[in-house]
Structures are given as C-alpha cells and as structure tokens.
C-alpha cells in the first residue's frame, strides 16, 4: 500500500518513519529543496512535554487589550476576516473547563511522545543533538505564581513529572539564573523536559528512511490539489502527479489553503514566531529556561544558545522579521545578558509559521473524504508531539487499510 505524505517537516518526517514502520511504502512530497525548511529549521529547540498549557484560557481575555494596541512587544496583530474568524473560535475556548481539558489532553498525546521518541533514538541511533536538560518556567509575579500552582497541581494529578520552585530553589537547579536581570519569584521545574534539533533530527530521519527502501523524497514539488473522486481522495496533482491509496496532509500552516477547496477547513491560523542562534555568553543556562512575562525561551543547543519566541497574528506576512528579531534580541539582552554572545554580527536569525488551532490541539486522523488523512495544527508544539500524533495517524490508517 502506498501511502503519500504531504509536508516534510518534523511532523511529516515522523509520520513517513511510522508508517515505513508498519509496512507501507511512503512518498513524502515538499516544496522546499530538503526536509526541515520550514517551521522546523530553526525552532526553540525544546521537547516540553510539561509545558502543553493553552493558550486559550480566561486570563488570555486580560491581554486583549495590549495586544490589540500594539503595547504587547512580543505579539503584533494585523486584523483581517481570517483572524476575526478564527479568534471567535479561539475566544469561545477561553473558559477555565476548556482550558483544562486543551491543556491535558495536549499534555497526554505529550507524555506519550516522549516514550516513542526514547524508543525511536534508541531504534535509529543517530545524532540530533538530544540532552536531557530539564526546563525551568520563569514567575514574575505573584499572580503567575497562583495560575502555575493550580497548573502545576493539576498535571501532577495526571502523572505528569512537575514541581513548583521557589526563586532560591530554582537558582540552585540553574546557577546561571543568579545573573538573570529580569526579577522573578519562582519557577515552574520538569527535570524530564529535553533538547534536540528538529532540522537534525529531520535530517537524520530522512537518511534512515531512504536506506529503509520503503520512503522515498519528492522535493522542489509543488502540491496544487488534492485529487479527489466519489468523495475519495486517490492522491495530488501539481508539478508532479501521483496516485496513492491513502494521503496524510502534514502541511502546517499551509494545511487549510490545500484543504478547503476540497470542503474541509481545519481553522488553522499562521503565527508566526522567531528564534537567533548565538555563541554562548559568560554565564549561559544549561537547563532549558523560558520566560512567562516575556515569551522567550533560551535553549543551549548544539554548543550555541538558541533563543526564541514571540507570537505574531498577522497572516503569512513575513515583512518585518529583521525588526521582530531586533526585538528578539533586545529583550533577551535585557533579560538574560550573560546567557549568550550579543556582540556578534553574522547571529542566524529565523522566522516561521506555528500552526495554530483554536483549542491548541492538533488535528490526527481520518477525515471524512475517504482515504484522506490530517496530521496538522500542533501550534507552538510540533517538535513535542511530533511521534505521538505520527503514531496515532498511522494508527487511524492501519483501521481502515
């Protein structure tokens, strides 16, 4: 059985290694001129199985204000009838009930990945610059402190492997925190929390899978439309057509422009977010750290300090990505100005499109055209729950096929 695989990002990838897996041969088809050119190339770096908390909830409604005026430094909003439709959908998930079932059903579908990925490093045996890091979520306030304890409480409830720390405690986790300049007054520790690149990762996966014999990869194709006949979907056409007894659409961001015209919309938005790629500095964190008050996150990989966050509402506009990652770099200085080498000129600046749903759940699974299948919509998540959703969308084929 033939089975092609639409995008060749981490989730595509992965979703191309377990159905190669379980016997099926796989044609994983991209635009780009290689795997990992898109959301995946330059991304935070971080596997955070414990920080799946929506971004829908109640005290998202405070924000709105600053967002909308522009006061927000980490987020710019350009309003069109795209957004307005989808914020409407991601507005009515802004309940305390909603967001605590988003965040533990995320939460699920991440715990479960950090095991098939265990199983998967010690299956392939290549190198993707994986550690072990652990992560420390950054308080600022009394008020983040009450929202990460009930948060906390909540996954612990669920086996998740999370604590509470106080500031002195969490400095003691992290030495480098001391020569923070930002204040804060307790952080947010998983010890199981890790660090890998996704575009080595991608990389590596793809020359396991090639060797397999069972995958094989169309770059530089573009994917016009689906090619659908008595609501079954028989494969694509575009540069190059081809036939497949079933389709799994892994596009991301680019998944609802594929879609629609076959009478699907998965409501997902484009926002985009940004990462530099630094030297270390004199005092750079090894565990992973990320900033709530901020929403930036440094990542010590590869030997560099990846830095990266920010959230953009502004369609696929790619327009200011030089001022955004001036932004970036600012507030990272003022934040953590021992955490890595500012002074350098050739920083590898990077911008990409996180797939964004309403809920914050990513769309897996059979669709109701037959043979058509969606692995899409993981928003600011892909890396982290990447094996879990390629497994259970391979899962939902093997059902049916």
Known sequence: MHVIVLGAGVVGVTTA???????????????????????????????????????????????????????????????????????????????????????????????????????LRDKTNFDF????????????????????????????????????????????????????????????????????????????????????????????????????????????SGDRDLQGDAVVVCLGAWSAELLRPAGLNPHIYPVRGYSVTLPLGENPPSVSVSSLADKIVFSRLNGSMRIAGFADFADFNTANDKSRTDTLLTIAKQVAPQAADYSVENAHRWGGFRPMTPDGQPLVGATRIRNLYLNTGHGMLGWTLACASAFDVTQAILKTH
């Open 129 to 236: 610059s994986y550690r072990a890091a652990g992560k420390l979520v950054l308080l600022a306030n009394n008020d983040q402190l009450a929202v990460a304890r009930r948060g906390t409480e909540l996954k612990q409830a669920h086996g998740c492997d999370v604590e509470l720390l106080t500031r002195e405690q969490a400095i003691a986790h992290e030495p480098a925190l001391a020569h923070l300049q930002r204040p804060f007054v307790g952080a947010v520790f998983s010890a199981s929390d890790e660090v890998a690149d996704a575009q080595l990762f991608c990389r590596g996966l793809r020359d396991y899978l090639a060797a397999s014999g069972r995958v094989t990869f169309a770059f530089d194709q573009s994917i016009e439309n689906l090619t659908i006949d008595n609501r079954q979907v028989t494969g694509i």
């Open 17 to 119: 290694y377990y159905l190669a897996e379980n016997g099926y041969t796989v044609t994983v088809v991209d635009r780009a001129s290689d795997v990992a050119h898109g959301t995946s190339f330059a991304n935070g770096g971080q596997l955070s199985y414990s920080f799946t908390d929506a971004l829908a909830k109640p005290g998202f409604i405070a924000t709105l204000p600053a967002l909308l005026s522009g006061r927000d430094p980490a987020s710019r909003v350009k309003l069109s009838p795209a957004l307005l439709s989808w914020g409407m959908r991601f507005l009515a998930q802004c309940t305390s009930r909603r967001a605590a079932t988003n965040t533990l059903d995320v939460l699920s579908l991440a715990m479960r990945s950090e095991r098939l990925l265990d199983e």
